[in-house]
């Protein structure tokens, strides 16, 4: 059972980038997931989240409507795309199962000139 994020990389401001995170070993049909971030210095934080059904999704206020959230259950995997990119999103991003308590690797997005 595990998580395994990537697509991160150097962007520059204003840039877009798509994070995913696929799952195997669990069918990720019947639980909520989420998207974390951890900055340099700073404590991980909720960046957004998703129903198992896909319908109902929720954004910390620094990334709305720059961000979406989505899933794709066949595929067994969510992603994060992530538009607008800022310096202050510089960060690793971390997917997580509330239900299952089950982190990611992580990985790294870079924002920067």
């Known amino acids: 059972v595990q998580l ?3 697509g991160g990389d150097l962007v520059q401001p204003g840039g877009s980038l798509r994070v995913s995170c696929a799952a195997s070993g669990f069918t990720i049909r019947n639980y909520r997931m989420t ?4 900055a340099p210095g700073k404590e991980r934080e909720l ?3 998703i129903g198992s059904g896909g319908i109902s999704t929720n954004y910390v206020n620094s990334v709305k409507g720059r ?6 259950n066949a595929k067994n995997t969510v992603y994060l795309q992530m ?3 800022k310096p202050e999103d ?3 991003y971390y997917c997580f199962v509330p239900t299952l308590n089950l982190w990611g690797q992580g990985t790294q997005v870079t924002v920067s000139s």
């Open 90 to 92: 510089t960060a690793v």
């Open 83 to 85: 538009n607008s990119l």
């Open 4 to 6: 395994v994020e990537s």
């Open 47 to 49: 960046v957004a989240g």
């Open 35 to 38: 998207w974390y971030r951890q």
């Open 67 to 72: 961000f979406t959230i989505s899933r794709d």
